[in-house]
């Protein structure tokens, strides 16, 4: 079993950047791939970036490659994503995802653990 409590979200203006957590917790957490999702408005929930616990691996969805950087900090186990340059198309609840798979997985089906959410606003 494993837990996923996210963190760090809130309303913020476009350009602005700001930073979510996922602190992890249970057993053999090393063996997982993290991933950060996020469910727009009327959307479905859409694959955001990844990483393995040694940070070696890592994959972004385009929209927001060069803008959004994921990483790990092993020692506390928390995931961090770090979002710049933010726009209206940001906007929506953010999930941290853990994933049992032998491979880095885009979709929803691939991860087994689930944060609540934390919801990230930009105002334009």
């Known amino acids: 079993q494993v837990q996923l409590v996210e963190s760090g979200g809130g309303l913020v203006q476009a350009g602005d950047s700001l930073r979510i957590s996922c602190a992890a917790s249970?057993?053999?957490?090393?063996?997982?791939?993290m991933g950060w999702f996020r469910q727009r408005p009327g959307k479905e929930r859409e694959f955001v970036a990844g990483?393995?616990?040694?940070?070696?691996?890592?994959a972004y969805t385009d929209s927001v490659k060069g803008r959004f950087t994921i990483s790990v900090d092993s020692a506390k186990y928390t995931v961090l994503l770090q979002m710049t340059n933010l726009t209206s198309d940001d906007t929506a609840s953010y999930y941290c995802?853990?994933?049992?798979?032998?491979?880095?997985?885009?979709?929803?089906?691939?991860?087994?653990?689930w944060g609540q959410g934390t919801q990230v606003t930009v105002s334009s």
């Open positions: 995802a853990a994933s049992a798979s032998a491979w880095m997985g885009r979709t929803t089906g691939q991860y087994k653990y």
């Open positions: 249970g057993r053999a957490l090393s063996t997982y791939y």
């Open positions: 990483i393995s616990w040694s940070g070696r691996s890592r």
